[in-house]
T-cell receptor
Framework: NAGVTQTPKFQVLKTGQSMTLQCAQDMNHEYMSWYRQDPGMGLRLIHYSVGAGITDQGEVPNGYNVSRSTTEDFPLRLLSAAPSQTSVYFC????????????FGQGTRLTVV | GQNIDQPTEMTATEGAIVQINCTYQTSGFNGLFWYQQHAGEAPTFLSYNVLDGLEEKGRFSSFLSRSKGYSYLLLKELQMKDSASYLCAGPNAGKSTFGDGTTLTVKP
């Protein structure tokens, strides 16, 4: 029972590099979202999706792209990494039909140098 | 707006009771969630209130007043392992707005 699988767990990037954070869930959840969490702060929404083929921006979308080609996968792409993107990233999924809680991946600690 | 406010830090003694408050300024939320987050880990679900009133689940209880934009999480018989950050969150059609979290320190 994997739940939400997020990879990698740790990553160091140089300024200007691009990369993709992977997120997959096996609970057939329609809703998926990406958050970033900076030290001492709550979760800020980057992008979210209410179903395959549908994505929308959250509170802090600049510098990030997403796509949702399948129900299971919701990758987050950093286009050109900047030190301000150093953070912990969490992917989450939930079901709209039962108003259930969000299930989170283990998080990715990203450092941009 | 959709601001969610909660105290930054709280300290309590092992065995005691602590109440963590959360206020919000929107009618767009479909209820209110509480999550627990230990340092270095992902948030995990604690409780969900969709209707006004108190929901009790073991040592943890959560209360919601939608008309007042107010919720609280009540932790009883505190244990050292309850030291963590507690996040309230308002869900809205596939996305949630989180407060900054309340860091609870439980002392012996």
């Amino acid at each position: 029972n994997a739940g939400v699988t997020q990879t990698p767990k740790f990553q160091v990037l140089k300024t200007g590099q691009s990369m993709t954070l992977q997120c997959a869930q096996d609970m057939n959840h329609e809703y998926m979202s990406w958050y970033r969490q900076d030290p001492g702060m709550g979760l800020r929404l980057i992008h979210y999706s209410v179903g395959a083929g549908i994505t929308d921006q959250g509170e802090v979308p600049n510098g990030y792209n997403v796509s949702r080609s399948t129900t299971e996968d919701f990758p987050l792409r950093l286009l050109s990494a900047a030190p301000s993107q150093t953070s912990v990233y969490f992917c989450a999924s939930s079901s709209p039909t039962r108003d259930t809680e969000a299930f989170f991946g283990q998080g990715t600690r990203l450092t941009v140098v | 707006g959709q601001n969610i406010d909660q105290p930054t830090e709280m300290t309590a003694t092992e065995g005691a009771i602590v109440q963590i408050n959360c206020t919000y300024q929107t009618s767009g939320f479909n209820g209110l969630f509480w999550y627990q987050q230990h340092a270095g880990e992902a948030p995990t679900f604690l409780s969900y209130n969709v209707l006004d009133g108190l929901e009790e689940k073991g040592r943890f209880s959560s209360f919601l007043s939608r008309s007042k934009g107010y919720s609280y999480l009540l932790l009883k018989e505190l244990q050292m392992k309850d030291s963590a950050s507690y996040l309230c969150a308002g869900p809205n059609a596939g996305k949630s707005t989180f407060g900054d979290g309340t860091t609870l320190t439980v002392k012996p």
